[in-house]
């Protein structure tokens, strides 16, 4: 039973360790809901049953900003979405979340960071453009309260999940 538990245990490690963490930013499924068996016999990958491997490596920073994602975006809170970035593999899959913290805002003004999906209309990097106008996962940024008058801006600091590259994005909020 030892000989057989082994091998067992560390293909497994070897398969999470090998997968970078692009299902990371949901929380894995439990044994019940995701069976070891179909973990290692199924059709998904070892920890996500909707994961496949992608034919090249590499993760793509995608983004959108200002009037385009006025679209379909999908993440709660209140107030318009006026900034998004996410990472996606060269299969669109969506990456771990990028970490979004708003350096300064107008005053009076509320933004919050919130979880979500949205349609990528640009790249701060990566292997690929192949998910530019797809759906990809990760945070959003929403604006609410008065904009002042004449307009303002946002200043956010972007840090991208395994490389830790970081960069400070202004967004132009129009006044009234």
Request: charged share 10%; proline share 11%; hydrophobic share 40%.
């Amino acid at each position: 039973m030892k000989r057989m538990m082994r091998p067992a245990l560390s293909a497994l490690l070897l398969a999470a360790s090998a997968l970078p963490a692009f299902a990371g930013s949901d929380i894995p499924p439990t044994l019940e809901q995701y069976p070891l068996r179909d973990r290692f016999f199924g059709p998904g990958g070892a920890v996500f049953p909707n994961y496949s491997m992608p034919s090249e490596g590499g993760l793509s920073y995608m983004i959108a900003a200002g009037p385009t994602l006025a679209g379909p975006t999908k993440a709660g809170g209140p107030g318009v979405a006026i900034f998004a970035a996410g990472t996606a593999d060269f299969n669109c899959q969506t990456g771990q979340r990028p970490t979004i913290k708003v350096i300064s805002a107008p005053a009076g003004a509320k933004v919050s960071v919130s979880p979500g999906t949205f349609v990528a209309t640009g790249i701060d990097g990566g292997a690929t453009t192949k998910c530019l106008g797809q759906p990809v996962g990760g945070a959003i940024v929403r604006y609410a309260g008065r904009p002042p008058r004449g307009g303002g801006a946002v200043t956010l600091r972007v840090t991208y999940p395994y490389l830790g590259a970081w960069y400070d994005h202004v967004v132009h909020v129009p006044g009234n």
